[in-house]
């Protein structure tokens, strides 16, 4: 019997590469099947996605060999939206899908409409998507896909740009054809929500080679030690449930979480950070885009060597925000001030001397045609010494498991390998300030500790952070302050463990497990379900 998608011996070489990115891959996926790729970054895993779906060679050149079968009805949703969109208004996009239906001009608005409530695009049809965030541009991508009512469905990175309550209810929604004969493959670093209702999961080394597959429990039980060599994430709470865990006082879990919360309350009773001068000072700034307010009322300071995470549903002005602080973005009203100066008198090139910024969208930061050549651009502008330069470039390249790419041109590498090239490039110099737009997004567990590692050091060093992140973890374990932005204002400023431990409304976050558990824990005892109470939630 024919299989309904299926490879066998395919492996693909980019032209631009002496290396294949996939080595004799053999797989079968059956009628209805959900499965999840892992492995990490860089290993092949989307360049599988993209024969597959019959986009390698159709549509990307590279040299594959091997026998792909595949349905004729699927649809792809890619790590980055922007890629794949072709008209200028978000119901057109979605129309564009339709066509390829052959549906009547007649039937097409109700569909769109059912599309968008699907994928939560609760906005005009007609609304340009240049305006959308990275997060409403994915559940338009998601939107399009639903439209295809396609019976093989690819998704690299569904969720990457999403706030964690939106990845959660994308997750939900496709979920809810888990028992339909809909075939689904996902390729996804954040394992939670997704991870328990695959029915298999495939995991590959570094090199592009398959190494194993089975059951999601399996695949952690049998491969864990690889998993934990490769760097690839693992669910933080699968396969236990909270209730397992919170019905069990010696439960492993409830150990960790424990010590987790100890450590983020002893962070937040530390000393302040805020004994100098500031680095930046925002006073009563307004951002508006056209006739519409994004922004109000804006104030804050940022000193020395603090770090701080700006967080928010999509669509809360995060990125504008980071935007406005390096110049690349006016506003309405108010004043920014870096080193005491006002942001308005301060030369460009002066600026960009003291302050790095890397983009939501790394493609959009890259100038030269190749990997080395975009690490130590800034240092060949600066008329930098040729063999310290070439010595720092090597450490960054090798740092971030880029120096077997370093002849290759950015634009080729992997989502995963330009974040990291984004960030690198900013690490060659010693600025006082670093702004990062969700510099960890689409990395495996290996490089994105070593990301936050170097980022730590340069804490340490004195500079500044400011950070935009959907990864609540992260902000709960690096972050010493977080802003929290919703309805056009800034919320809440003060500690991770202050904001995740208080009452408020958290619009667009999901409180990081430890704390989730916390809150558990007290409302059972505090309803009499439970006995016992740990000091740690005292």
């Given amino acids: 019997m024919t299989p309904h998608l299926a490879c066998k011996d395919v492996s693909v070489r980019f ?26 970054s860089g290993c092949g895993k989307s360049t599988l996605l993209a024969a597959l779906a019959g986009l390698i060679p159709g549509s990307i050149e590279a040299e594959i060999t091997g026998e792909i079968v595949r349905p004729d009805r699927i649809g792809i949703m890619f790590q980055d939206p922007d890629a794949q969109f072709c008209m200028l208004t978000v119901g057109d996009e979605i129309a564009f899908s339709l066509e390829n239906r052959c549906v009547p001009r007649n039937q097409m608005d ?19 998507i240049a305006t959308l965030s990275g997060g409403m541009k994915q559940r338009l991508a998601l939107a399009c896909l639903l439209a295809l009512d396609a019976d093989t469905l690819f998704f690299d990175e569904p969720t990457a740009q999403l706030d964690p309550q939106g990845r959660q209810e994308i997750f939900e929604l496709l979920r809810s054809f888990s028992d339909s004969d809909v075939t689904m493959v996902f390729v996804e670093h954040v394992l939670d929500e997704l991870i328990d209702w695959m029915d298999r999961v495939v995991l590959f080394d570094a090199g592009g080679r398959l190494i194993g597959e089975g059951t999601p429990e399996d695949v952690l039980s049998l491969y864990g030690k690889e998993m934990e060599e490769a760097g690839i994430w693992k669910p933080r709470l699968f396969p236990h449930t909270m209730e397992e865990v919170c019905a069990d006082p010696s439960h492993p879990l409830q150990t960790e979480w424990s010590s987790q919360l100890q450590r983020s309350k002893a962070k937040h009773t530390t000393s302040s950070l805020r004994t100098n001068e500031p680095v930046y000072t925002v006073h009563d700034l307004s951002i508006s885009y056209g006739k ?8 804050f300071s940022l000193h020395a060597g603090e770090w701080v995470a700006i967080v928010g549903k999509n669509g809360a002005g995060k990125s504008t925000l980071l935007k406005v602080l390096v110049g690349l973005e006016k506003w309405k ?13 301060w ?39 040729e063999t310290a330069l070439h010595e720092k470039t090597i450490r960054l390249l090798q740092e971030f498991a880029l120096e077997p790419f370093s002849e290759k041109h950015p634009f080729t590498l992997s989502q995963g390998q330009k974040r990291r090239l984004s960030v690198a490039t900013m690490l060659l110099f010693d600025q006082k300030v670093l702004l990062l737009d969700e510099p960890t997004f689409g ?21 500044s952070i400011i950070m935009v992140t959907h990864d609540m973890d992260l902000v709960d374990q690096y972050a010493d302050r977080v802003l929290l932005l919703d309805n056009g204002t800034i919320q809440f400023d003060g500690t991770p463990y202050e904001l995740f431990s208080s009452q408020l409304p958290l619009p667009g976050l999901i409180r990081p497990l430890p704390y989730e558990w916390e809150r558990r824990i007290k409302d059972d005892a505090r309803f009499g379900l439970v006995s016992y109470a740990r000091e740690s939630i005292r």
């Fill in 110 to 128: 109700s569909l769109i409409e059912k599309a968008m409530a699907q994928a939560g695009l609760s906005l005009p049809k007609d609304t340009p």
């Fill in 333 to 345: 009203q108010g004043d920014i001030l870096f080193a005491g100066r006002s942001l308005k008198k």
């Fill in 15 to 40: 032209f631009d590469s002496r290396f294949f990115t996939l080595k004799d891959v053999t797989l079968s996926i059956e009628k209805g099947e959900k499965v999840l790729f892992l492995g990490p």
């Fill in 347 to 385: 030369p460009t090139k002066a600026l960009f001397e003291q302050v790095g910024f890397v983009f939501q969208n790394p493609e959009l930061q890259f100038v030269t045609d190749r990997v080395y050549d975009e690490v130590a651009f800034g240092g060949k502008v600066r008329g930098w010494n």
């Fill in 443 to 463: 990395q495996d567990a290996g490089t994105c500790a070593q990301l936050l590692s170097r980022l730590q050091q340069r804490k340490e060093q004195g500079t």
């Fill in 292 to 299: 519409k307010q994004v922004l109000t009322s804006i104030n």
